[in-house]
């Protein structure tokens, strides 16, 4: 895909299809685009050259007039194998080294998500952070200028990561009840890269993983990739259903359970606490270890939700994923792993095999944030912000959404599960919203069979944009409704 960052200089006197045919050579001369590499759509690069359809086909005709593309039925415009910029040599087959890798790709529609991220003028109406204006840029700016850094390492640090940090992570746990040793403390850089470790670390290929239905588990290939095996246990509304679990470990010998028990992504379930006792009391029956990822407990709005799953787990059954992505700002990249020693060892030694450690800046930053108190009264001050984002995007649901759709109010986190009524193409609509400059995250993102689910967050876009954007994809399902009668 072209840089998003290029497009031609339409005051120039050089013709702009002349412009995008030098860009083009130049991607192929220096490598960029091997040969074989399969070009964007033409009605891709005119929006993203933000050109005529025409501009770009007469550019990729001369092109093709040079010897340097060509058209194969079925297959788009690729690379020609006969390019002038290799005749001298037999270039390595990176097509083929692209489709062997062992890691899966994301999906098509998460990687078109994630390219159209970057679009400063999109909507984005799913993204799951928080918005620039709620990020803490001045405060970050003012401890960066600090001048108390005598302690401050720039060096690699210790496998487990920053003592200190782990140090203060262990008195912020105790306030969710969570007892732990700094010993017992991994730091990571965020919560996927947790997933990863554990993936690699603990299973053999093979191995099913129990995770609930949908999950934000679907959208990353973590543990597809290591060659494991996903089964999906059903959610309700106090979270996981618990009455299938010891028969699904005892039938498939399941590894892992993986769960988001308070403020779910996507569907904003807080598993209720007789729930999370049934769940920890099945886990230990069938000694089934959990994966409790817990990177929105803190963002609850009117009423701190139930202890941790970890908070109860008085036989190392829980592995514990905290992290400031979401909370504090995702740039940081520092998350913890809470576990057994052995299993926190194990993940440790993975990851300096992996990069060696987190930053050692980032992590003195997060240290200071939750010493000096200063990351508990942002905390307090971004729970309030969100509930009233929260509260205005119901607004706007009950205002458009009413008759289309239905949904649950969240207490906490950053989404609303939007489930759209009627025979509605999901796909359509999402392709329909994109190109009109509004962002979604469908259902089959998280669960490839759900047709009827959109994921909205009114932790990112602002109010204009939520109002803008959430009254015209109202019309747009709208649209798609009245075209499948």
Same mark, same amino acid.
């Given at each position: 895909?072209?840089?998003?960052?290029?497009?031609?200089?339409?005051?120039?006197?050089?013709?702009?299809?002349?412009?995008?045919?030098?860009?083009?050579?130049?991607?192929?001369?220096?490598?960029?685009?091997?040969?074989?590499?399969?070009?964007?759509?033409?009605?891709? %690069?005119?929006?993203?050259?933000?050109?005529?359809?025409?501009?770009?086909?007469?550019?990729?005709?001369?092109? +093709?007039?040079?010897?340097?593309?060509?058209?194969?039925?079925?297959?788009?415009?690729?690379?020609?194998?006969?390019?002038?910029?290799?005749?001298?040599?037999? @270039?390595?087959?990176?097509?083929?080294?692209?489709?062997?890798?062992? !890691?899966?790709?994301?999906?098509?529609?998460?990687?078109?998500?994630?390219?159209?991220?970057?679009?400063?003028?999109?909507?984005?109406? *799913?993204?799951?952070?928080?918005?620039?204006?709620?990020?803490?840029?001045?405060?970050?700016?003012?401890?960066?200028?600090?001048?108390?850094?005598?302690?401050?390492?720039?060096?690699?640090?210790?496998?487990?990561?920053?003592?200190?940090?782990?140090?203060?992570?262990?008195?912020?746990?105790?306030?969710?009840?969570?007892?732990?040793?700094?010993?017992?403390?991994?730091?990571?850089?965020?919560?996927?890269?947790? %997933?990863?470790?554990?993936?690699?670390?603990?299973?053999?290929?093979?191995?099913?993983?129990?995770?609930?239905?949908?999950?934000?588990?679907?959208?990353? !290939?973590?543990?597809?990739?290591?060659? +494991?095996?996903?089964?999906?246990? /059903?959610?309700?509304?106090?979270? +996981?259903?618990?009455?299938?679990?010891?028969?699904?470990?005892?039938?498939?010998?399941?590894?892992?359970?993986?769960?988001? @028990?308070?403020?779910?992504?996507?569907?904003?379930?807080?598993?209720?606490?007789?729930?999370?006792?049934?769940? +920890?009391?099945?886990?230990?029956?069938?000694?089934?270890?959990?994966?409790?990822?817990?990177?929105?407990?803190?963002?609850?709005?009117?009423?701190? /939700? /139930?202890? @941790?799953?970890?908070?109860?787990?008085?036989?190392?059954?829980?592995?514990?994923? *905290?992290?400031?992505?979401?909370?504090?700002?995702?740039?940081?990249?520092?998350?913890?792993?809470? *576990?057994?020693? @052995?299993?926190?060892?194990?993940?440790?030694?993975?990851?300096?095999?992996?990069?060696?450690?987190?930053?050692?800046?980032?992590?003195?930053?997060?240290?200071?944030?939750?010493?000096?108190?200063?990351?508990?009264?942002?905390?307090?001050?971004?729970?309030?912000?969100?509930?009233?984002?929260?509260?205005?995007?119901?607004?706007? %649901?009950?205002?458009?959404?009413?008759?289309?759709?239905?949904?649950?109010?969240?207490?906490?986190?950053?989404?609303?599960?939007?489930?759209?009524?009627?025979?509605?193409?999901?796909?359509?609509?999402? !392709?329909?919203?994109?190109?009109?400059?509004?962002?979604?995250? /469908? *259902?089959?993102?998280?669960?490839?069979?759900?047709?009827?689910?959109?994921?909205?967050?009114?932790?990112?876009?602002?109010?204009?944009?939520?109002?803008?954007?959430?009254?015209?994809?109202?019309?747009?399902?709208?649209?798609?409704?009245?075209?499948?009668?």
């Amino acid at each position: 895909m072209p840089e998003h960052t290029w497009r031609p200089k339409k005051s120039s006197n050089v013709p702009l299809h002349y412009q995008i045919q030098e860009y083009i050579r130049r991607k192929i001369s220096v490598g960029e685009w091997p040969t074989g590499f399969k070009l964007p759509s033409q009605r891709t %690069l005119a929006q993203q050259f933000e050109v005529n359809r025409s501009t770009v086909v007469t550019a990729i005709e001369e092109l +093709m007039a040079d010897g340097l593309l060509e058209t194969r039925i079925g297959s788009g415009t690729r690379v020609a194998n006969h390019t002038w910029n290799v005749l001298a040599s037999n @270039p390595p087959d990176w097509e083929g080294y692209v489709k062997s890798g062992v !890691h899966a790709p994301n999906l098509a529609m998460i990687q078109e998500i994630n390219r159209a991220e970057v679009e400063p003028t999109i909507i984005r109406l *799913g993204t799951g952070e928080l918005s620039p204006d709620l990020l803490p840029a001045e405060s970050m700016k003012s401890m960066m200028a600090m001048e108390e850094t005598s302690h401050l390492e720039l060096g690699y640090v210790e496998p487990k990561g920053s003592l200190t940090l782990r140090e203060a992570i262990r008195d912020h746990l105790k306030g969710k009840q969570i007892e732990v040793s700094p010993d017992s403390i991994l730091i990571v850089s965020g919560a996927v890269q947790a %997933l990863q470790l554990i993936a690699v670390g603990l299973l053999k290929r093979g191995s099913t993983v129990l995770y609930e239905v949908p999950s934000y588990l679907n959208s990353i !290939h973590v543990f597809q990739s290591a060659g +494991m095996n996903l089964l999906g246990v /059903p959610l309700d509304g106090e979270g +996981m259903q618990t009455e299938s679990i010891g028969r699904l470990k005892r039938q498939k010998d399941a590894a892992l359970l993986y769960s988001i @028990p308070s403020f779910h992504n996507p569907t904003g379930t807080l598993m209720s606490e007789r729930r999370r006792m049934e769940l +920890m009391t099945v886990s230990e029956e069938a000694s089934l270890p959990i994966i409790e990822d817990d990177v929105y407990g803190e963002l609850w709005f009117d009423e701190e /939700p /139930p202890a @941790p799953l970890k908070a109860n787990d008085t036989q190392g059954n829980v592995i514990y994923i *905290g992290s400031v992505s979401k909370s504090l700002s995702p740039g940081l990249r520092i998350g913890w792993v809470v *576990g057994p020693e @052995p299993v926190i060892n194990r993940l440790a030694d993975i990851k300096m095999q992996t990069d060696y450690g987190s930053s050692s800046i980032s992590q003195h930053l997060v240290e200071k944030w939750i010493r000096s108190g200063m990351y508990q009264t942002f905390i307090e001050q971004t729970r309030i912000r969100l509930k009233e984002r929260r509260d205005f995007v119901v607004e706007l %649901l009950n205002k458009y959404f009413a008759h289309i759709a239905t949904w649950n109010i969240p207490s906490g986190g950053f989404h609303i599960w939007l489930e759209l009524k009627g025979d509605v193409s999901i796909t359509k609509l999402f !392709h329909l919203a994109l190109k009109e400059g509004i962002l979604l995250n /469908p *259902g089959m993102v998280y669960d490839k069979l759900d047709q009827n689910h959109l994921r909205i967050s009114y932790s990112y876009a602002s109010k204009e944009e939520l109002e803008r954007g959430l009254r015209r994809v109202a019309e747009l399902v709208n649209v798609c409704t009245n075209e499948s009668k």
